[in-house]
C-alpha cells in the first residue's frame, strides 16, 4: 500500500523560496501507470492544483504559478519535491502531495496527510 508524507518547513519569510518534499513508499516514483502532484489548499479556499510530474520526469506545472514554480525528484530515494520562490503571505496553505492514476480518469487515489505552511515575516 503506497503511502506519501510531506516534509518542509511550517514558516517561510516573504520572498524566500519554499521547498517541500514528498516521500514516497510502498510504490515507485518510475511506475508508468502513475503521475505526482502537488496540491494546496489555502485556509477558507478550495484547493489548488499546482503542477504533475509523470513516471518518466515530464513535468507540467499550473500556468498561474509556474513563473515561480519548479519540481524536481529523486529516484534514488522515491521522493518529489516542490520549490515555490518569492513567497508571499498568499501563499500560505496546507500541502499536499498525491498520486494520479495516469489514465483516465485520471483521478487521485492517494493523498498525503498535508503540511501546514504559513509566509509570514
Known amino acids: 500500500q503506497v503511502q506519501l508524507q510531506e516534509s518542509g518547513p511550517g514558516l517561510v519569510k516573504p520572498s524566500q523560496t519554499l521547498s517541500l518534499t514528498c516521500r514516497v513508499s510502498g510504490g515507485s516514483l518510475t511506475f508508468s501507470y502513475y503521475a505526482w502532484s502537488w496540491i494546496r489548499q489555502p485556509p477558507g479556499k478550495g484547493l489548488e492544483w499546482m503542477g504533475v510530474m509523470h513516471y518518466d520526469g515530464r513535468t507540467y506545472l499550473s500556468p498561474t504559478l509556474k513563473n515561480r514554480t519548479s519540481m524536481s525528484r529523486d529516484t534514488s530515494k522515491n521522493q518529489f519535491s516542490l520549490q515555490l520562490a518569492s513567497v508571499t503571505p498568499e501563499d500560505t496553505a496546507v500541502y499536499y502531495c498525491?498520486?494520479?492514476?495516469?489514465?483516465?480518469?485520471?483521478?487521485?487515489?492517494?493523498w498525503g496527510p498535508g503540511i501546514q505552511v504559513t509566509v509570514s515575516s
Open positions: 498525491a498520486r494520479m492514476i495516469g489514465a483516465a480518469p485520471y483521478e487521485y487515489d492517494t
